[in-house]
């Protein structure tokens, strides 16, 4: 005859704890999204110059303010990721088109794919090393979108609310864990 075997239920409350426990950790961490990448490769906007003809001394004011506007898409500001928390390579620029729209071009992006990346502008400086991980979210910041990618040539559209001259860098922020795991400079071109 076999041994019966008896589990008393605290026994069986902690092994029901530990998948719990598990599952949520395998939610949470998403570490299949280190082994993984989602490549995005956008259309992105010509860049042209802005126009040095001078207006017609016969112009009006307004026709003199028009003949000074871009001609096409300029870049206003541009930058090259760190590397964060995790390693990222890419630049990042804001371009004004020539519609007067504001747009982000994030170009050759390479950094991990992760739980819950967002593409943020901030107002903080970007400081090299882990001192520069969780910085982005102390002072002003505005969300763009979900990251399109972890590799390649993207394209975010700002609100036409969003001034971008408030914002001096671009983080590819991980919103779950609070924390950059790139980010780039915002130079004025």
């Given amino acids: 005859m076999g041994k019966r075997i008896f589990r008393s239920p605290v026994a069986w409350a902690g092994l029901a704890f530990a998948v719990v426990v598990a599952i949520l950790a395998v939610y949470w ?23 040095a003809t001078p207006a017609p001394a ?22 090259e990721f760190v590397t964060h928390e995790h390693k990222t390579t890419g630049s990042a620029e804001i371009v004004r088109l020539a519609d007067g729209r504001h747009q982000l071009v994030i170009r050759d992006l390479n950094t991990s794919n992760g739980p819950d990346l967002r593409v943020w502008l901030t107002d903080q400086p970007v400081t090299r090393g882990t001192a520069g991980w969780r910085v982005f979210d102390d002072g002003e910041w505005v969300e ?38 790139g980010a780039a400079d915002l130079k004025t071109t």
């Avoid at 993984?36 to 802005?50: I, M, R, S």
């Avoid at 016969?58 to 930058?79: E, F, Q």
């Avoid at 399109?148 to 394209?155: A, E, F, S």
């Fill in 29 to 51: 961490f998403q570490p299949w999204k280190l082994f993984t990448d989602t490549y995005v490769d956008e259309a992105l906007p010509l860049v042209g110059a802005t126009s």
């Fill in 58 to 79: 016969s112009a009006t004011p307004s026709h003199a303010a028009s003949a000074a506007a871009p001609v096409g898409n300029v870049i206003l500001a541009a930058g």
């Fill in 144 to 181: 763009l979108a979900r990251l399109k990618g972890n590799r390649g040539d993207q394209v975010y559209e700002l609100a036409a609310s969003v001034d971008p001259r408030d914002f001096r860098s671009v983080s590819i922020w991980c919103k779950r864990f609070s924390v950059s795991f």
